[in-house]
């Protein structure tokens, strides 16, 4: 099919050139030869009257116009791909849609697991593709590579919307065997202490609490640095070392390991998880079930303040 003499089937072809900036690399992602990709990128650079894609030494690089036509293009199949999707209702009971959802990985120990537990009772052929989140997470949603994002507030991307799923605050983790004088952490052995930080993706950003700390001007000595919050009991046990961790995975990692949670002696504020969707997902019916589920596992969190209560219950139990 033409329209305005350009054939729409080459805008798939396009949308993936501008994306991967390599003909070969298109060509693997759309199935296609590589002669067969090329004489596409030919005649679109004909209907175009551009090279929208021209070599500067080994890499392939977008000409001014092929940089502007990228969003439009894309938001264009994303809007097509919303009207092939949509049905009048999702029954979850049947469908085999597959969800990508990125979050950080302490998203998905604390939360995404309990969801993916409902899901498999009430959906059991739906799949879940969970990917970490990096620096790239928002260019993925705006692409929609990511159908949906789990971040704190202060990083969701704008023009997309978003609703809160849940709160946390930070504690601190040592090891079970370490002993401190009078059992607390005060802020001087915090500061003074060798810390076990957590940067992550690709670009190795750095943690909300890393971020408060820098704006408050007081720097921890951070021994190792950590690719994952998981990761941190491996390089707290049988050390003196300290982490800072989310409360709720901090608690839930010392369950079954030789942890200690200790309240943070500094004083950094609670902060938020939100989840975030394309634009032009707002009315897939699909989106709208698993946002729903989500609410739910979210609501049925118990606060912060009733998981320190409980956590002393059963430490009084043992």
């Known amino acids: 099919m033409r329209f305005n003499k350009l054939d729409l089937n080459q805008l798939v072809v396009l949308d993936t050139l501008l994306a991967t900036r390599s003909v070969g690399r298109a060509a693997e992602q759309l ?3 590589q002669p067969a990709t090329s004489c596409a990128l030919a005649r679109l650079r004909d209907y175009f009257e551009d090279e929208l894609l021209t070599p500067v030494g080994k890499t392939q690089v977008l000409t001014p116009l092929a ?55 009430i959906a059991p052929l739906v799949q879940f593709d969970l990917r970490v989140k990096s620096a ?11 159908e949906l994002l789990i971040t704190p507030e202060f990083s969701t991307v704008s023009g997309h919307p978003s609703e809160a799923l849940f709160a946390d605050t930070f504690s601190c983790v040592l090891c079970a065997d370490y002993k401190l004088p009078g059992g607390k952490l005060s802020a001087d052995q915090y500061f003074s202490a060798s810390h076990v930080g957590v940067e992550w ?60 949670v200790l309240p943070c002696p500094v004083d950094i504020p609670a902060f938020a998880e939100k989840l975030q ?34 956590a002393r219950r059963r430490k009084v139990a043992a």
């Open 277 to 310: 969707w394309h634009k032009y997902q707002e009315r897939d019916p699909a989106i709208a079930w698993l946002r729903t589920l989500l609410r739910e596992v979210a609501d049925d969190m118990p606060p912060v303040d009733a998981q320190t209560a409980s």
């Open 31 to 33: 199935f296609l030869s």
């Open 67 to 121: 940089q502007e036509l990228a969003k439009p293009v894309r938001d264009v199949l994303l809007q097509i791909q919303t009207i092939t999707r949509s049905r009048p209702s999702f029954e979850p009971a049947t469908s085999e849609r597959r969800f990508v959802i990125e979050s950080s990985d302490y998203v998905m120990s604390v939360f995404l697991t309990e969801v993916a537990r409902r899901a498999a009772i």
């Open 136 to 146: 790239q997470s928002p260019e993925r949603l705006e692409s929609g590579e990511v």
């Open 201 to 260: 993706g690709g670009g190795r950003r750095i943690t909300i609490d890393a971020q408060l700390l820098s704006i408050a001007k007081r720097t921890r000595r951070q021994d190792i640095i950590a690719p994952s919050f998981t990761l941190v009991p491996e390089f707290l046990i049988g050390t003196t070392r300290v982490a800072t961790l989310p409360t709720r995975l901090a608690r839930q990692l010392a369950l079954r390991l030789p942890l200690r």
